[in-house]
């Protein structure tokens, strides 16, 4: 079965940095991208970035280059997301899902559980 | 622009058939995909591409484009469809993602 498995709910103080993963399963990991999605709560997703494992090559929504971090570590199979300096407004789910492509265009099949972060003072 | 635009909320009577829908200049003449996200839950991809089903999504869902407008159509609506359902494109290079704001359905 494919998977994408993420790192557990974490807690956080503003300034704090933080790093969540996401861990692939049942399929070549190296083959597709991953992209990461933020819902801030009761709200709707937001695309984040997206990792090409192989090389690392990364693209970044405008609204959050230089915000975030994504990175990969392909002899796990594991995607990264991480903050260096925390804020409230970073509180939110994040999600990692795989991305395809088939003809000319783009989808993500397999998405991840969710990490919930939680910034507060 | 790539703004991709929903009604916030819709609504259909148990077993009717609903249309969803998102607007925006970019899917002209290009295909949006669908996900559906139940509470609590990730999102579930639904349709991709040219109206395709993944492996395990039921036949009353479908997708359709017609200039800047992608709909997705439930035919006879479902207690358990009631969710968010958000529409995405991805520019031609894959450079960019862009997200509906997401339409919650209620059935009724």
């Known amino acids: 079965e494919v998977q994408l498995v993420q790192s557990g709910a974490e807690v956080r103080k503003p300034g704090e940095s933080l790093k969540i993963s996401c861990k692939g399963s049942?399929?070549?990991?190296?083959?597709?991208?991953i992209a990461w999605v933020r819902q801030m709560p009761g709200k709707g997703l937001e695309w984040m970035g997206v990792?090409?494992?192989?090389?690392?090559?990364?693209r970044y929504s405008p609204s959050f280059q230089g915000q975030v971090t994504i990175s990969v570590d392909k002899s796990i199979s594991t995607a990264f997301l991480q903050w260096s300096s925390l804020k409230a407004s970073d509180s939110a789910t994040y999600y990692c899902a795989r991305r395809r492509k088939e003809n000319d265009y783009y989808y993500m099949d397999v998405w991840g559980n969710g990490t919930t972060v939680t910034v507060s003072s | 622009s790539s703004e991709l635009t929903q009604d916030p909320a819709v609504s259909v009577a148990l077993g009717q058939t609903v249309r969803i829908t998102c607007q925006g200049d970019s899917l002209r003449n290009n295909y949006a995909n669908w996900y559906q996200q139940r509470p609590g839950q990730a999102p579930l991809l639904l349709i991709y591409?040219?109206?395709r089903r993944p492996s395990g999504i039921p036949d009353r869902f479908s997708g359709s484009s017609s200039g800047n407008t992608a709909s997705l159509t439930v035919t006879g609506a479902q207690t358990e469809d009631e969710a968010d359902y958000y529409c995405s494109f991805w520019d031609i290079r894959g450079n960019l993602l862009t997200f509906g704001g997401g339409t919650k359905l209620t059935v009724l």
């Open positions: 990792i090409y494992p192989i090389d690392s090559d990364t």
């Open positions: 591409g040219k109206n």
């Open positions: 049942g399929h070549s990991f190296t083959s597709y991208w």
